[in-house]
């Protein structure tokens, strides 16, 4: 990564999915009427451009409540009938993209480059997706940077997220079984080597020693859970270390919520 990629620490808002509101004109014609002709019935069932989201956005907090650290994110992009090709293009030089041409379902990686947004700068960018023939088309996405800040020295640890939750409920109606968990460990400036220790056996995480810049696993061990003894939920925390970083160490809590199903005992 570059090293003023690692100066964008990015407490991303979430992504709003925003849906396409746009009205869908799947409605036959009333018996009594004439059918519609053929360019007009090809015009109807013509693929929809379906984008899951139209906005991004990055700001720079290290060590606040919430430290983390994205880079990157990605849009879906999908058709409602069948195959479309589509391309993007970007209208920001500090924008990159995993591909300028594709065919749906698929996803593109839009990414903030921060050696070419001004430090301090709000900035902001879009993506253009476009499919020839399909409605909706083209689609925009915004890249909003909120703000770049020079990194502080000696350089501090930054995650992803500041905090874990899974839960485990396999035969509930909403069936939630979230047992893992990826994490960027990253850091504000130079590469630091680190080391994550976890509070309980159940907690695994893989690697638990590399340098920055790594993406980990945080995962539980259903077979080495407690007895629960009544408990709704189950608290651990990983610890994680750098010789070298001004605010080491840092811990990040993990929780492992119930609800109504009781783990294997």
Sequence with gaps: MNPALRYLV??????????????????????????????????????????????????????????????QRTVR?????????????????????SATSGTTPTTLTIKATAGYVPLGASVLGTVTITAAGARYSPQKVKVVVNYFAAAPSPPLLAFSDSAIGFCYNPSSTGGCVRLAERL???????????????????????????????????SVDLTK???????????????????????????????????????PQ
């Excluded at 004439?34 to 019935?41: D, I, T, V």
């Design 184 to 218: 960027l460990f990253t850091s504000t400036g130079a590469s630091l080597a680190w080391k994550a220790a976890s509070s309980k056996p159940w907690i695994v995480v893989h690697p638990d020693t590399a340098a920055t810049d790594t993406d980990v696993r945080v």
């Design 225 to 263: 859970l407690p007895p629960r003894n009544g408990a709704t939920s189950l608290s651990g925390a990983i610890t994680v270390s750098a010789s070298g970083a001004r605010n080491s160490p840092q811990t990040i809590p993990v929780k492992l919520q119930f609800y109504s199903t009781p783990p």
């Design 77 to 97: 992009i999908r058709s409602s009938i069948g195959p479309v090709n589509w391309t993007a293009s970007k209208d920001q030089p500090w924008i990159a993209l």
């Design 10 to 71: 990015l407490s991303v808002t979430a992504l709003g999915a925003a849906c396409d509101n746009q009205a869908n004109d799947l409605a036959g014609p009333r018996a009594a009427e004439p059918g519609p002709s053929a360019p007009a019935l090809a015009a109807t069932t013509a693929p929809g451009l379906l984008l899951d989201s139209h906005a991004l956005y990055y700001c720079y907090h290290p060590g606040s409540t919430r430290i983390c650290v994205v880079t």
